[in-house]
C-alpha cells in the first residue's frame, strides 16, 4: 500500500477548507493510521473471499414498492434551513 | 433506599402497588441532576418541565391500574444524535448546534408507545466519533466515578447519566464500542444488538453498515426490557432484520470460548484478571470453557479505520450548509460549503471525513476500502466458524480501566486502541454486552465483554444474567445522590 497522498486534494475532495496549520497536523495524523492500517496488506485471503460484502448478516437488498407513504410535510423538510425563500432552499451561486 | 438505584422491574413493581409515584421518581432524577451535572456535565439539554405533564399521566395510569408496560414512567436518557421531534439533535457538532428535528427516531417512537418519560439529551463525541466524550463541541463529560477520568464515548454522556443516576437507563449508539466502553469505564450495563434488530431510523448516521442502537443500564434485566422494547423490523432502515432469535443454551450446558488475541500484550492485567475470575466461576457453575484463537481479530483497528471513515466521509457528505444545519458564508456554492464544513467540524470527524475520503478515491479504492471489505468478510466466516465450536465468547471489554481526561487526546492511534476489544462485534454484526464486573486497583470500574452469534440476543442476556448474579457487582459512584 502506498502512503502517499496530497492533503490539498483530499480537502477538496471531502469539500473541506482546511488552514496550513490544520493540513500538517492532519497530513501528520494520517501518515501515522495509513502506516497502521497497513497491516492489511500481508493480509492472504482466501479466492472465494474476493465479492463485496454489504450486510454484516448477508441480508440481500430488497426493492420497496413504489408507493407514496407518510413523511415529511414540505415546511417540516425546509424548517431547519439557513435560508429559505418562497419554500425552497436558496444558496449562493454556482459561478461567481 | 433510593428509589433511583433500583432496576426497571423493582420500580414498576413499587408503581403497581402505589408505593411510589412516577412523578416522584422524575423529581427524584431531576434532584440527582442538580447535584452531578456541574461536575459531570452529562446532559446537554434537560427535559424537566415539558415533562413534568407527562409523569402526571403516568400517575393517573399506576393510580387507575391502567398502566400496562414495564417501561411506563421511567426515566430515560438519550443519546444527542437520536431524534426526538421538537427538540435539537446537535451530535454534539457545531454544524447542528441549531437543528431542531421535525421527526421521531423509530426507537423513540416505540418508547413514547410505551410512555417512558424521556429525561433529556447526552453529550457524546462529536457525531459518536471518538472514545472519551472529549471531542464534543460542548464541553467534556467526567467519569462519575472519579472527575479525573473520562466516561468513556462516544456515548459518554449517557453513562455518566446512568452512573449518576440521573436517568433510570440510557440509550446508547454503538459503531466500534461507543456503548460497551462507557459502560465499562463508569461501572453498567452496555449491550450492543445484533446488527439490524433496531432500526436506525433517526440515528444520525456515523458508519451505516456498523452503527447499532442500544440500552446502558444498571443491570442486564434492564437491558433486556429496552431492547425488547426497541427491537423490531422497520421498512424506513433497509438493513433492518426480523427479530428472530436463535434457541441456543444460556445453562452449564454451553461452551464458552476465551479469544486468545485479547488476552494478550496491548491488555492491562487487570482487565484479564476479570475474564479469569469470571471463567473460573463458570468452570465452577459446570461450563466448559476453552481458548479459541481468531487471529483475524488482530486486524481489527486496521479494518475498522478505513471501513468506518470511508462511511462517514459519504454519511457526512449532506453536511453542506444547504437544507440545515450550520451555513458559513461564501462567494459561491462551492466556497459556501468548503467554509461551513471548516467551520462546522471538529478536528477528529475532520481527521475521519479526509481518511475516509482518501480511502475512496481513485486509484485507492482496491487497494484500502476493498481490502478492509475483503478482511471484514474474512472476520465474519472466522467467528461463524468459531461458533460452530463455542456459543459465547468472552474477552475484557476494554483494555484498560479508564484514562485520564486529556491524556490520549495527542494521539488519535492510542485513543483508536482503547476499542480494540468491541470492534469485532460491529465488523461482524454480533450482539455483545459488557457486564462490569469489579475495580481496579485506582477505584475504577472494569468489565467483560460478551458476545455470541447473530440473532442469539435473548440467550446472550440470559447467559449475561447468570454472570451478573454470580460475580454480585454492586459497586456504585459515591456523592451523587
Request: contains cysteine.
Amino acid at each position: 500500500m502506498s502512503n502517499e497522498f496530497n492533503i490539498k486534494n483530499i480537502a477538496k475532495l471531502a469539500s473541506i477548507n482546511l488552514s496550513k496549520e490544520e493540513q500538517d497536523s492532519l497530513s501528520n495524523d494520517l501518515s501515522i493510521i495509513l502506516e497502521h492500517v497497513n497491516a492489511l496488506s500481508d493480509l492472504k485471503l482466501h479466492a472465494q473471499q474476493q465479492e463485496i460484502f454489504i450486510h454484516p448478516l448477508e441480508k440481500e437488498l430488497e426493492l420497496q414498492e413504489d408507493e407514496v407513504k407518510k413523511s415529511l410535510t414540505h415546511d417540516e423538510a425546509i424548517s431547519n434551513a439557513p435560508e429559505s425563500k418562497d419554500g425552497k432552499f436558496v444558496v449562493p451561486p454556482s459561478m461567481e | 433506599m433510593d428509589v433511583s438505584n433500583l432496576s426497571i422491574r423493582e420500580i414498576n413493581s413499587l408503581f403497581t402497588k402505589k408505593e411510589l409515584k412516577p412523578s416522584e421518581l422524575y423529581s427524584k432524577v431531576f434532584e440527582n441532576a442538580a447535584n452531578s451535572e456541574a461536575a459531570l456535565h452529562a446532559h446537554l439539554t434537560l427535559f424537566e418541565e415539558e415533562n413534568i405533564k407527562k409523569a402526571a399521566e403516568s400517575d393517573k395510569r399506576f393510580s387507575s391500574g391502567k398502566s400496562a408496560s414495564l417501561l411506563d414512567g421511567i426515566p430515560i436518557a438519550i443519546k444527542d444524535n437520536i431524534n426526538i421531534k421538537n427538540y435539537k439533535t446537535t451530535c454534539s457538532s457545531k454544524m447542528l448546534s441549531n437543528y431542531t428535528s421535525p421527526y421521531d427516531a423509530t426507537v423513540i417512537e416505540k418508547l413514547k408507545e410505551q410512555n417512558t418519560l424521556f429525561t433529556g439529551k447526552t453529550n457524546l463525541d462529536e457525531f459518536a466519533m471518538g472514545s472519551s466524550t472529549e471531542n464534543s463541541a460542548f464541553g467534556l463529560t467526567k467519569n462519575p466515578w472519579n472527575t479525573d477520568y473520562v466516561p468513556g464515548g462516544s456515548s459518554g454522556g449517557s453513562a455518566a447519566s446512568v452512573g449518576a443516576r440521573s436517568s433510570i437507563a440510557a440509550l446508547g449508539s454503538d459503531t466500534g464500542g461507543s456503548i460497551r466502553q462507557p459502560a465499562s469505564f463508569c461501572g453498567l450495563v452496555g449491550f450492543k444488538p445484533t446488527y439490524g434488530t433496531v432500526s436506525r431510523f433517526g440515528l444520525v448516521a456515523f458508519a451505516s453498515s456498523l452503527d447499532q442502537i442500544g440500552p446502558i443500564t444498571k443491570t442486564v434485566d434492564d437491558s433486556r426490557i429496552i431492547f425488547s422494547s426497541i427491537s423490531g423490523e422497520d421498512n424506513r432502515d433497509a438493513t433492518s432484520v426480523i427479530n428472530n432469535q436463535l434457541d441456543i443454551p444460556s445453562d452449564n450446558t454451553a461452551t464458552i470460548g476465551v479469544i486468545k488475541e485479547l488476552m494478550e500484550d496491548g491488555i492491562s492485567d487487570e482487565a484479564k484478571n476479570e475474564v479469569n475470575k469470571v471463567v473460573e466461576i463458570l468452570k465452577s457453575k459446570g461450563y466448559k470453557v476453552k481458548e479459541i484463537s481468531i487471529p483475524i481479530i488482530k486486524l481489527s483497528i486496521s479494518i475498522y479505520y478505513l471501513i468506518a471513515p470511508a462511511e462517514c466521509s459519504a454519511n457526512l457528505a449532506r453536511f453542506d450548509g444547504v437544507r440545515y444545519g450550520l451555513r458559513v458564508d461564501g462567494k459561491t456554492s462551492y466556497e459556501m460549503m468548503e467554509n461551513t464544513r471548516a467551520e462546522g467540524f471538529g478536528a477528529e470527524v475532520k481527521r475521519r471525513i479526509l481518511l475516509g475520503t482518501y480511502a475512496l478515491s481513485a486509484g485507492y479504492y482496491d487497494e484500502y476500502y476493498g481490502k478492509a471489505l475483503q478482511a471484514r468478510k474474512e472476520m465474519i466466516d472466522e467467528f461463524a466458524k468459531t461458533f460452530k465450536d463455542v456459543d459465547y465468547l468472552i474477552s475484557p471489554t476494554t483494555p484498560t480501566q479508564a484514562f485520564k481526561s486529556g491524556e490520549k487526546t495527542s494521539n488519535p492511534l492510542e485513543m483508536y486502541m482503547s476499542d480494540l476489544c468491541t470492534i469485532p462485534a460491529n465488523l461482524a454484526g454480533l450482539p455483545a454486552i459488557s457486564i462490569p464486573t469489579g475495580l481496579s486497583k485506582d477505584k475504577l470500574p472494569l468489565g467483560v465483554q460478551i458476545m455470541s452469534k447473530p440473532l442469539s440476543d435473548n440467550p446472550l442476556l440470559d447467559f449475561s444474567e447468570i454472570i451478573e448474579k454470580e460475580v454480585q457487582f454492586d459497586g456504585q459512584p459515591k456523592g451523587w445522590l
